[in-house]
């Protein structure tokens, strides 16, 4: 079996793009994904945090790395 981690840099600084997020997620989030890195930057970073944490119940790296370039 392959594995796949995904990797993503989020820049969550309104609602809207929260719920964007939250809309892309559940189309793909039942993938077999073995890893998931991901950083959050935005006024939003903290619920991004823990909607990602409710519905990654294992394999989820969480960064908070705030630069202009990200990460």
């Not at 600084?13 to 994904?33: A, G, H, I, Q």
């Not at 930057?41 to 409710?54: D, T």
């Amino acid at each position: 079996m392959n594995k796949i981690s995904v990797f993503a840099n989020f820049y969550i600084d309104s609602e809207e793009r929260f719920l964007r997020l939250k809309d892309s997620f559940f189309s793909f989030y039942k993938s077999n994904f073995s890893s998931w890195h991901i950083n959050i930057r935005g006024e939003y970073k903290h619920q991004v945090e823990q909607f990602l944490k409710n519905n990654i119940k294992e394999n989820l790296v969480i960064h908070f790395i705030e630069t202009d370039e990200g990460w």
